[in-house]
């Protein structure tokens, strides 16, 4: 990011101890590659070129499947442009090789190149030197995210790749490093040559891209593409032999408050064959150490698992500090279940995990050490009276749609503190949480939402086109942006795809309906704890949860959230949940589903007010005349969505303004448009609403 500083490591859920690390963000050789002859011309081994020429193009692509989904998916937003395509360059252009500042992508201002035309082929260059103090270290090139398809040499040797524009990688770099001839003297570092090409499609709409636009000009809800590195890259040296992070293995379940009990799988890298090993696992909460077990690993399998209590004793609770004893007491039971010290909005309680691996030895020193933290919460979406439950309590969502856009920086934040600064501007509207809509986001906006008490529904970027291509691409993506957030306990529920997008047929096609499926069962198969939000809006196969979007206006929603027919009725023409899929034949081919009795109904998607400004495109699904009538309408919408009953919860669109569409509470720059204080007052009379109905309703 723009504004990290050097000390400021980029994964600190998950931290190794004698951290030896280097930032690579900042200045990198670039060059675009529209005719893809650098890997002919070997630009790996001989060094980006300073310029290469590419012919004119014959003609602009056809990009009439795109601009049908585009008229499908943006009907009812705002009047699209004519025409609005990649213009296609008649004459011979050169282009010249330049810096780039990673990790910002060339579309936007921050980067210091900020074109805007389509360019599928990139070529990234630097030097990079050794970082390892010992032998028996690995040195290892991590990757954020980068979009879509990376290849990566060192000194033109070939080390990896990778495909996923959204999810972080890891390339061992030693073995290339070591046979590298590089430079350098004896006394110092060596140096290598670090190369890296991206290959990410304009117009693949089999590609999950998100909100990443394939037109020219950003439009509708649509916004401007982000290709190649966009999120943090760094060097770090690791031992041979160590504890892996959640991507690789490392899970702590943390639901389980009435036992008390933290379940850790912890996996382990690099190990020989035959080595003997043992693994520690330590919690302290506050500095107060509250268990300690060790277990030795298995010789056939490189994980263990530990039943952790996380009970504190009266003893060491009364060990705490009075700051922090003060701040949860615990005789609030809201903040306390037995000794277990409970993470919610309210209160976000975290603990420190300690882990540590040693060989069998009892003298040996750790091989490794790393520290993460986590919070106790038991979340329930079944017990079958329309509420979501945290620690056993029901749970009002007030949600904020969140599409993690900045202005001149894009999809990548300015700074690491934006992201907790989008948190704390979200819990001063208000909200207690946000709907991450179409983008997996930097995770340490999730350590930033652990430690403010902040929900989050994680959400992926999807595609938009179905295909065998398609499945084997999200199935891979998906999966892994389970496995890297899997150990955040503010992360309460997933959603793997929205508003039918991709699935262009769930009304007669079984295929789609199956793979909707596949991926909620995966998701409940890495991750059983907490809901699977299939389908976010409509056309649900999967009856976790209801959720549905609705962008009326106050008389529509009050009108739809007042009856359960008005709930479950088409929502954009289309059923709330499949129904059964029947042959010329009459045989039933898909039984499809029905909203589940008793599960949750939450109103995903509302509101999307922008205030009339007479300037340019912007837009909103409804517009308000001023701040004092985008007031009154939020007052009407977010009130109808809760009188009915049986809505607990809502998301409003949206957090702050992106580009054309301008119905965030915030504009672009995170100013506010109307105070925050009167929003939060309306929400927090909708949620206190909302227990008096579900007080009401439970006496009947």
Not at 342 to 362: A, C, G, Q, V
Not at 437 to 446: A, I, N, T
Not at 511 to 533: E, M
Request: net charge negative.
């Amino acid at each position: 990011m723009a504004e990290q500083a050097d000390h400021e490591y980029p994964r600190p859920d998950f931290r190794r101890s004698g951290l030896t690390w280097t930032s690579l963000n900042g200045p990198w050789d670039f060059i675009f590659d529209d005719e893809d002859v650098g890997l002919i011309q070997r630009w790996q081994q001989t060094g980006l070129p300073a310029q290469v020429t590419a012919n004119a193009t014959a003609q602009a692509r056809d990009q009439s499947e795109a601009e049908q989904i585009t008229q499908k998916i943006a009907a009812g937003t705002q009047n699209l442009l004519q025409g609005n395509l990649f213009k296609h360059h008649a004459e011979t252009k050169t282009y010249e090789k330049r810096k780039i500042t990673v990790p910002f992508v060339y579309q936007i201002e921050a980067s210091g190149i900020n074109e805007r035309d389509a360019h599928e082929v990139l070529w990234y260059e630097r030097t990079i030197s050794d970082l390892r103090g010992t032998e028996d270290s690995r040195i290892v090139l991590r990757f954020g995210a980068v979009d879509y398809e990376t290849t990566v040499w060192i000194d033109g040797q070939r080390v990896d790749g990778n495909q996923g524009g959204h999810v972080p990688f890891d390339i061992d770099l030693t073995e290339a490093m070591d046979s590298a001839s590089g430079s350098g003297s004896q006394s110092g570092p060596r140096s290598v040559r670090l190369t890296v090409r991206v290959l990410d499609s304009t117009y693949d709409l089999t590609q999950p891209r998100g909100k990443q636009y394939w037109g020219a000009e950003p439009e509708s809800i649509f916004y401007t593409p982000s290709s190649g590195i966009w999120q943090n890259v760094w060097l770090e040296a690791v031992p041979l032999t160590r504890i892996a992070d959640s991507s690789n293995g490392t899970v702590l379940r943390s639901n389980d408050i009435e036992k008390g009990e933290l379940d850790a799988t912890i996996a382990v890298l690099g190990r020989r064959s035959g080595q003997s090993l043992r693994v520690e696992i330590e919690a302290s909460f506050h500095g107060i150490s509250v268990s300690k077990e060790t277990k030795p690993l298995p010789r056939e399998v490189d994980t263990v698992s530990f039943p952790l209590s996380m009970r504190l004793s009266e003893e060491q609770y009364q060990s705490l500090s009075d700051e922090v004893k003060k701040s949860c007491p615990m005789t609030d039971s809201s903040a306390w279940h037995n000794g277990i010290a409970l993470w919610s909005p309210d209160h976000p309680s975290l603990y420190t995990i300690t882990l540590r691996l040693y060989p069998t030895d009892p003298q040996s020193q750790a091989l490794d050490e790393v520290t993460l933290r986590t919070g106790m919460r038991s979340l329930s979406w079944t017990h079958g009276n329309s509420t979501f439950t945290l620690n056993n309590r029901p749970l009002f969502q007030k949600l904020c749609l969140d599409q993690g856009y900045w202005p001149r920086t894009g999809m990548t934040p300015p700074s690491s503190s934006a992201l907790r600064t989008d948190i704390q501007l979200a819990q001063a509207m208000g909200f207690n949480g946000c709907r991450k809509h179409q983008k997996l986001e930097d995770p340490l906006f999730l350590h930033y939402a652990n430690e403010l008490g902040y929900l989050v529904w994680s959400e992926m970027g999807n595609a938009y086109a179905f295909s065998s291509t398609y499945t084997s691409r999200f199935d891979d993506e998906w999966a892994r942006a389970v496995k890297r957030d899997i150990n955040h306990p503010c992360i309460i529920a997933w959603t793997p795809v929205n508003e039918s997008w991709g699935y262009g047929d769930l009304k007669n096609d079984k295929r789609q309906r199956d793979h909707i499926r596949s991926l909620v069962l995966r998701t409940k198969v890495l991750d059983p704890t907490r809901p699977v939000n299939d389908n976010c809006g409509w056309e649900h196969i999967y009856d976790d949860l209801t959720t549905f979007h609705d962008y009326a206006d106050a008389d529509g929603l009050s009108k739809t959230c007042g009856t359960m027919d008005g709930v479950l009725g088409l929502k954009a023409d289309r059923e709330l949940f499949c129904l059964p899929i029947v042959d010329a034949e009459g045989r039933t081919v898909d039984h499809g589903v029905k909203h589940r009795e008793g599960a949750p109904v939450i109103c995903t998607e509302m509101g999307g007010v922008n205030i009339k400004t007479g300037e340019g495109r912007d837009w909103g699904y409804t517009t308000a005349s001023g701040p004092k009538d985008l007031l009154k309408r939020i007052e009407g919408m977010v009130m109808g969505v809760v009188e009915g009953g049986i809505c607990s919860g809502f998301v409003y669109t949206q957090l702050a303004d992106i580009e054309q569409e301008t119905n965030g509470v915030y504009d672009f720059e995170r100013k506010e448009k109307l105070e925050a204080g009167k929003v939060k007052e309306i929400f927090t009379r909708a949620e206190r609403r909302y227990f008096e109905l579900l007080e009401k309703r439970g006496q009947e």
